[in-house]
């Protein structure tokens, strides 16, 4: 006997599927349009742009020459920090795509939750790469240029090099000055609690100073811990913000009232 539930349930589920896939594409396309736009935006300012990226770079008054040694390599490092001014420019626009996107499975609540961060998102990101520019990087690129056994070498930094290295440091920091917000949205929904999180303290702390050794360009344990030190007082606010989430959720008796 044919299974008519079974076999109706599973095309449902296929539909519901393939619906999942369409949205999920149609997502990706408008994210890829604004990128695309705001990247020939960035063409405008690629200059000035391109100059506070090189500001932190050293002079030749420390010693260092920056050079390109490829035909291509500038106008590539040019097109490079056009398309990566062009993700910056366009992710709010990137962050509501996926916000809209996972709207449906979340409760109204959550969903109030997740609006009023936003915002939120981007101070966090643009605080991390200000942190990234400002304090890491002056150190870490001293450390790599002025290393003791290299004094009988003459640094010549590429360019395209020197700015990969710029944007993917900055990219990374902002990137992990979102965990805070990240702890308070999952304690808000009740997947991760503020007892938890404090129980795994010391998991973190480690996971701190591996991230630390895969973001930092430099071996030295010195700027590993600069950036191992703020994801740790980063992980201890998002225990705050933890318990701030819950003490601000209603009691399970209220809810049902």
């Not at 589920?13 to 997502?27: A, I, Q, S, Y």
């Not at 304690?187 to 630390?212: D, E, N, T, Y």
Request: net charge positive.
């Amino acid at each position: 006997m044919i299974d008519v539930t079974g076999i109706k349930q599973k095309k449902e589920k296929d539909l519901t599927l393939k619906g999942h896939l369409v949205e999920l594409r149609r997502r990706l396309i408008w994210s890829v349009v604004a990128v695309v736009i705001t990247t020939a935006i960035s063409f405008a300012f690629a200059r000035r742009i391109f100059d506070f990226l090189e500001s932190r770079a050293p002079g030749p008054e420390e010693g260092v020459t920056i050079i390109f040694v490829e035909v291509t390599e500038m106008i590539g490092t040019y097109m490079k920090v056009c398309l990566y001014s062009g993700v910056v420019l366009a992710l709010p626009f990137i962050i509501y795509q996926i916000v809209m996107f996972v709207r449906p499975a979340l409760t109204r609540q959550e969903k109030t939750y997740l609006y009023l961060l936003m915002p939120g998102v981007l101070l966090f990101f643009a605080a991390g790469a200000a942190f990234g520019y400002i304090v890491f990087l002056p150190r870490a690129l001293d450390f790599l240029l002025n290393f003791p056994w290299l004094n009988s070498a003459d640094p010549y930094i590429s360019i395209g090099n020197y700015i990969s290295v710029v944007t993917r440091l900055l990219l990374a920091m902002g990137l992990i000055f979102e965990l805070p917000l990240v702890m308070f949205f999952l304690s808000k929904i009740g997947v991760v609690s503020p007892q938890g999180l404090s129980r795994f303290r010391k998991f973190a702390i480690v996971g701190a100073f591996i991230v630390a050794a895969i973001v930092t360009p430099t071996p030295d344990p010195v700027n590993q811990t600069i950036v191992a030190i703020p994801i740790i007082l980063l992980y201890e606010v998002g225990i705050l913000l933890a318990k701030l989430a819950r003490r601000q959720a209603p009691a399970p008796a209220e809810s049902q009232a």
